[in-house]
């Protein structure tokens, strides 16, 4: 299966902006964004609500990006590193459609914002909703049974919200 914009020749910065343009257009008051070797972040506040998405970013080092698409052949120094920038332009522009596709569909009445964005809404204690949730999520259906005290996970063990 091929991956969405596997040869797209948009740089990041141009990704970035975009992402930063479509969220002032569909109504986001703050923007921010980083990134380290692991990863980058974009945030931002809408419909009074901070949303926090991860983008995981491929490492230099990858195996993938050293032997040619077949694996029969190591790539040169310059090819192996612009097959790792290939990929990470690739993530940026894969996060550009994904949020313009949840904005639109908030904005054609498909969707509600809250449902598009639950996941990544950050939460009082800075955590995201899927950072909280998710363990919880993976042992239900482990083991089938409903977690005992979800909101323990917002909460944390004294009731005050974990810092």
């Known amino acids: 299966m091929s991956k969405y914009a596997a040869t797209t020749g ?9 992402i930063e343009r479509t969220l002032e257009r ?3 008051d703050q923007f921010m964004y980083g990134w380290d070797q692991t990863g980058a972040v974009i945030g931002f506040r809408a419909h009074q609500r901070f949303i926090r998405i991860t983008l995981p970013l491929p490492a ?24 790792w920038e290939q990929e990470v332009r690739r993530r940026w522009r894969a996060l550009a459609l994904v949020i313009k596709a949840k904005l639109e569909a908030v904005q054609s009445g498909i969707s509600s914002f809250e449902d598009e964005f639950l996941a990544q ?6 955590r995201t909703v899927a950072e909280c949730f998710q363990p919880q999520i993976d042992q ?3 083991t089938g049974d409903m977690p ?4 323990s996970a917002v909460a944390g063990p004294d009731g005050q919200g974990e810092q």
């Open 60 to 83: 230099r080092e990858s195996p993938e990006f050293a032997m040619t698409p077949t694996g029969r052949m190591r790539r040169s120094e310059s090819a192996t590193v612009e097959a």
């Open 10 to 18: 948009v740089d990041v910065d141009r990704s970035k902006r975009e």
């Open 140 to 142: 239900a259906y482990e």
């Open 121 to 126: 809404t950050v939460l009082p204690n800075r």
């Open 26 to 28: 569909y109504g986001a």
């Open 148 to 151: 005992k005290g979800i909101l």
